[in-house]
């Protein structure tokens, strides 16, 4: 049987930038070629976006951009089985049902409700946000997933899956399969150019869209140390090696750590190189980018709905079965 393995995108933001590629996007392709026979579905997590920014065309905006920015990184659609669970009643209506069975004391061990807890916010977090972790559940169980990648910090939710569905199992007869959590090997912190990790909250990011002027002006702004032209330097303690690494051949990579160690490299020159292989890494994403339209999306969104949601329904009235909820 062929093996499913599920991710998601959640369209907070209208662009990816490096860390998201490198952190998310390409150990996903990667996990692609690692299992050249296997089913991947990779939904938008539209439903769960509305949780924590309540502006509808921005979401819809949103979802629509990161999905061809996706398609430009090169994501096999042949292979890979774009969706939105908003196009498949299933989802909610599963999630309902799990609700059912799950319990609060379950539910308050959840990470981000603890987290408002310690920070006197309980009363100030959505229904939908205490509940993210069950419609999850759902978005994973329907499609009786083999694998679910997710980083670290995501653990929990194929955790919940998999006891929401052994609880399931439990009460109602074998139904779900339990999804195998697959912990992305480590990436390391992609920095930004202040040095810290990248990301959108930091403002220290470069878009996979920026254009010249934007990526220049960001890479410009890497901090480095006071030493000299003509100084020997530790690549490994340098922001701009740590991110042009990123970019490099092992060629390419022990020529640059050499050019270093020598002296003679000035930081100017360091970030000029840097600059060249960034702009060479984006032109062809954003070449492909410019020739996909929203309509290709939408067409493709709809496509993959019906598949989506045969698998789904039939999944769904197992369910209701067990449950009696077909009279």
């Not at 065309?57 to 430009?72: F, R």
């Not at 399931?168 to 007869?173: A, I, S």
């Not at 994403?285 to 309509?295: L, T, V």
Request: hydrophobic fraction near 40%; aromatic fraction near 10%; proline fraction near 4%.
């Amino acid at each position: 049987m062929t093996k499913r393995i599920l991710t998601w995108i959640k369209p907070t933001d209208n662009q990816i930038h490096l860390g998201n590629y490198f952190g998310a996007v390409k150990p996903m392709m990667e996990l692609s070629a690692q299992y050249p026979d296997a089913e991947i579905f990779l939904f938008l997590a539209i439903m769960h976006g509305l949780t924590g920014l309540h502006d509808g065309k921005a979401i819809h905006d949103n979802s629509l951009n990161v999905l061809k920015i996706y398609m430009a990184c090169g994501v096999d659609l042949k292979k890979f089985v774009i969706y939105n669970p908003a196009d498949v009643p299933a989802h909610a209506q599963l999630s309902w049902v799990l609700g059912c069975i799950t319990h609060m004391g379950f539910m308050e061990r959840m990470h981000s409700y603890k987290e408002a807890l310690d920070k006197g916010k309980s009363k100030e977090i959505s229904v939908g946000v205490f509940t993210y972790p069950i419609l999850m559940a759902a978005d994973i169980l329907l499609y009786d997933a083999d694998m679910v990648p997710v980083g670290q910090d995501q653990k929990q939710h194929v955790e919940y899956a998999r006891d929401i569905a052994q609880r399931f199992n439990n009460v109602f007869g074998e139904t779900f399969k339990l999804p195998e959590p697959y912990i992305k090997p480590e990436v390391g912190t992609i920095l930004g150019v202040d040095g810290r990790k990248m990301s959108k909250s930091y403002n220290n990011y470069i878009w996979l869209l920026d254009d010249e002027k934007q990526v220049l002006k960001r890479v410009k702004q890497i901090a480095t140390d006071a030493k000299t032209v003509e100084e020997p330097k530790d690549p490994d303690q340098c922001n701009v090696y740590k991110i042009c690494k990123l970019f490099l051949t092992p060629e390419e990579d022990a020529a640059l750590r050499a050019k270093y160690q020598a002296g003679g490299l000035s930081y100017k020159e360091a970030k000029d190189y840097l600059y060249e292989k960034i702009m060479a890494f984006l032109k062809p994403i954003q070449d492909r980018y410019a020739q996909i339209s929203d309509q290709e999306i939408i067409d493709l969104m709809k496509k993959n709905a019906v598949y989506v949601n045969e698998l789904a329904n039939k999944k769904l009235a197992e369910v209701y079965k067990k449950v009696w909820f077909t009279l």
